[in-house]
């Protein structure tokens, strides 16, 4: 799956709360094996009737029961059973006589589905929205299932499926598997029937049926012989808008089952972008999307490269997810950080060094972001609230690194070895991390126990401040390095790993030397006739850790000018912190050479943390002429927050061209936003909105006019808060604005914007913006939106509410009822023993008095 949720997710200073339970494997001495899911939708009523027979295989002798995951469903029969109950969570499933091993039996549940909080998204137009789109869309990570199909909604249960889904004639219906036929009714529907023979797990399983409008693309040999290649999405996008997104498709699966070495297993591979949806899901040959990836012309020139990483991240899921399955969400990293480091290899084969460096830069940022502000956990385990949990930082970017450093520590040729048996031998069946490790050490005949242990099951990455000296008289170089991560508390310690150092001798000439890491401190020597040009820590970013490193303007300078994507980026950053205006001449010197538009939006980034003035009046003067679209947004915000007339003045001018794109016009909005002036609130909102698509840019203008912290902004945004008053996609945003601009209101206005806004989520049925909704009315931390908030989780998943909990136990002083006593019992106990040294030194003060007296 991929999606920004780890950035939304709210956590507290520790992963799991010490009420988090250890998760294990469930027992399967009964296995469902195959099920056949019949049900006929009614889409304007958000309806289905039906049932799903399940075929129950005994793996051991004399089971007799079995328990599957069914919420809040309306169970009319169960058959093939001596007896069922059902407390609207579980249906328990009994048999007298316990199964013979093997012995198969077919159970029937005959139920009715009518608009679920989860799993299963429905769209249909009403009086106010007429032109939202009809369909509707099955969506489960984690554990969502459930909420519409009676199942084991666990990672490692697995089924092949028979799809009969019956609906209107003129509606297009998708499964996951193969099409075998559709059979036509004299009632104006048609049942379609699909086939997915490879087992698939709950979360995986899909369906979508409504009104889709289609893009066939050619078909691909993935191995196993041609397959159909298409995209799906709603009207009014047009076929070009989903052959912009997706062309890329074809050539990936190719590349991709030649990379592992290993046939797909689908019959097709379809895609399909919706409004109801988050992110995207890696269902088994059918991937579904929000419709963030349907693209126009305009907002291709932009989003490409994200989209092409997101679509390599889906379909490495069929390899890493899909063929082989997770057996506990624990291990969940052999599925996410896969999918994460097979978008590096993608950007390294396809388009080199450049991009596959960049990447590798996100993801450590993005991972250590995490790890330092919210909480540093292992990537694997067991120990979680909620399953959905497991899906952040450390598991997406944070895996990713590691297995990039296996990749080196092990070496390429053994790692590829290694990768492509663990594959081929998997393929069809569950794994842990284990299973990963031993095939890694069968083919390099190392040891990893250690490398997993410090980097796998403990939490953390190194942090390395390092000191370089040269003594000319002795020719000689020294590199004092320092691990400064360790914490106690938080159980993180030394890091042991190879540390290659290379350096630029005064012909220009690059030298290496690579020094083990083992200590907390270390102090490395290494001759050199001169002093070097310049010193590079690893310089091919083999290993993941954050660096304090200045060696020194000069050759910070060189390093800008000469080295890789890393290289050049830490420079800049380096440079900047100090405000020199050479350094900041040098920067933008630089930024007008680089060809790369990655290593440019870092430059920019570098010069807007800069103190110095000039750093300001540099980067208006690039946006001036910098046109490239990848570039512009980033280049834009590097802006926010940098109160200036001539910031202003700058994303005005931008705005004002005749030729925009979408998400830079978007940032030009927000830093106006950021001015916090009269002049801003009344320029944004009085601007014209040239061109829009998806209501990319008036959501972001909600949110701008929200930054301007103006008394009217919240009245502006209030008014337009009631269902259909603006367009529905943008309906989240127009909450996040009023939500940034009620955290600098006054009281009155904020009590005004909560009464609002927790009318509205008692009266909100979507999904998206319960959730939303939830997010944004906690940042408030007034203990008057609890009661909200606590009422809420009806409507959302249980896999949710330890988020929603987190939000409310912050907003209470961050203590539950037991800990607030136990922190009372705690105060009074110090409370006494104070008095009681009081009382002691009052004592000892009278004794002292009295022998004084006595004396005199």
């Known amino acids: 799956m991929t999606i920004d949720k780890y950035s939304l997710l709210l956590k507290g200073k520790d992963f799991a709360t010490p009420q988090a339970e250890k998760h294990y494997p469930p027992s399967i001495q009964l296995e469902p094996i195959h099920q056949t899911i019949k049900l006929k939708f009614d889409l304007a009523r958000k309806f289905a009737e039906g049932s799903v027979s399940t075929i129950i295989k005994a793996n051991v002798a004399n089971a007799s029961k079995i328990e599957f995951h069914a919420v809040d469903l309306d169970i009319h029969e169960v058959k093939g059973v001596d007896s069922w109950n059902y407390d609207g969570n579980k249906i328990q499933l009994n048999w007298n006589k316990g199964f013979e091993k093997g012995e198969e039996k077919e159970i029937t549940i005959n139920y009715t589905i009518s608009e679920p909080i989860a799993g299963l998204y429905f769209s249909y137009p009403d009086d106010i929205y007429p032109e939202r789109p009809i369909y509707v869309v099955a969506d489960h990570e984690s554990e969502r299932a459930r909420y519409w199909l ?22 297009t219906i998708l499964a996951n598997g193969k099409l075998i036929e559709e059979i036509q009714h004299e009632d104006g529907t048609k049942t379609s029937v699909w086939k997915q023979e490879f087992p698939c797990p709950a979360y995986l399983l899909t369906i979508a049926i409504g009104e889709f409008v289609k893009y066939e693309d050619r078909s691909v040999d993935a191995g196993r012989g041609e397959i159909p290649i298409a995209y799906f999405t709603t009207k009014p996008f047009k076929p070009d808008d989903l052959k912009r997104a997706f062309d890329r498709t074809p050539k990936m699966l190719e590349w991709m089952w030649k990379k592992f070495r290993t046939p797909l297993e689908w019959s097709k591979y379809y895609q399909i972008a919706t409004t109801k949806h988050g992110g995207a899901m890696e269902n088994i040959s059918f991937v579904t999307w929000s419709e963030f990836a349907v693209l126009d012309e305009t907002k291709y020139k932009e989003y490409w490269w994200t989209l092409d990483a997101v679509n390599v991240h889906e379909m490495a899921h069929s390899w890493f997810g899909d063929m082989i399955v997770c057996r506990e969400f624990s291990h969940g990293w052999l599925k996410e950080s896969w999918a994460v480091y097979v978008e590096t290899l993608y950007y390294e084969d396809i388009y080199g060094e450049n991009e596959a460096l960049y990447d590798l830069y996100l993801n450590a940022i993005r991972y250590m972001r995490e790890s330092d502000s919210r909480y540093a956990r292992p990537i694997v385990t067991n120990k979680y609230d909620s399953s959905w949990d497991m899906y952040d930082a450390h598991l997406y970017p944070g895996g990713a690194w590691r297995i990039h450093m296996l990749r080196h520590v092990v070496g390429n040729d053994f790692f590829w070895d290694a990768v492509i048996d663990y594959v081929q031998s998997f393929v069809g069946k569950t794994v842990e991390t284990v299973d990963f490790q031993r095939k890694l050490e069968v083919h390099s005949g190392l040891s990893l126990e250690e490398f997993f242990e410090q980097w796998l099951y403990s939490p953390g990455y190194p942090k390395i401040k390092a000191k370089f000296e040269y003594d000319d008289k002795k020719k000689l170089c020294s590199l004092e390095i320092k691990q400064t991560q360790i914490d106690e508390k938080k159980n993180i310690g030394l890091f042991k790993f190879p540390l290659d150092v290379m350096w630029e001798d005064e012909e220009g000439t690059f030298k290496s030397e690579t020094f083990e890491i083992e200590e907390k401190e270390h102090t490395f020597f290494f001759e050199s006739n001169k002093k070097p ?104 915000d590097s802006l926010t927050n940098l109160r200036h007339k001539i910031v202003f003045d700058a994303a005005k001018k931008y705005l004002s061209r005749e030729e925009t794109v979408y998400y830079a016009t978007a940032s030009a909005l927000n830093v106006i936003g950021s001015q916090r002036t009269e002049e801003a609130y009344e320029f944004l909102t009085n601007f014209k909105i040239k061109k829009d698509f998806k209501e990319i840019i008036l959501s972001y203008l909600f949110r701008a006019i929200g930054k301007t912290r103006n008394e009217k902004a919240l009245e502006y945004l209030l008014s337009k808060v009631d269902y259909g008053l603006v ?74 509410h330890p988020s929603v909990d987190r939000r409310i136990k912050i907003i209470s002083k961050g203590k539950s009822p037991v800990e607030e006593a136990k922190k009372l019992r705690d105060d009074i106990d110090e409370m006494k023993k104070d008095m009681k040294k009081l009382l002691s030194r009052i004592e000892k003060l009278e004794i002292e008095s009295k022998t004084k007296e006595e004396k005199t």
């Not at 009676?150 to 509606?171: M, N, Q, W």
């Open 727 to 800: 367009p529905e996609r943008a309906r989240e945003d127009l909450v996040r604005g009023i939500i940034e601009s009620t955290l600098w209101a006054e009281k009155e206005h904020k009590e005004k914007t909560i009464e609002k806004l927790s009318n509205l989520l008692k009266l909100e049925t979507d999904y998206f913006l319960i959730e939303t909704l939830v997010r944004e009315l906690s940042k408030l931390k007034d203990t008057s939106v609890i009661g909200s908030l606590e009422q809420s989780k009806v409507k959302l998943p249980y896999q949710d």
């Open 150 to 171: 009676p199942c084991i909604d666990h990672i490692s249960v697995r089924c092949s499926i028979d799809f009969y889904l019956r609906a209107k004639s003129d509606y």
């Open 533 to 636: 040009l310049q010193i590079r820590l690893d310089p091919d970013y083999k290993v993941l850790f954050s660096l304090d490193f200045n060696p020194g303007d000069k050759m910070l300078i060189r390093q800008l000018k000469n080295s890789n994507v890393i290289g050049k980026v830490l420079a800049s950053k380096e440079l900047a912190k100090k405000g020199k205006k050479k350094n900041i001449e040098e920067i933008v010197s630089a930024y007008k050479n680089e060809t790369f538009w990655g290593v440019k939006r870092e430059f920019a980034k570098a010069l807007a943390k800069s103190p110095n003035y000039e750093a300001i009046v540099a980067l208006t003067d690039i946006l001036e002429s910098e046109n490239d679209p990848m570039v512009l947004s980033y280049l834009i």
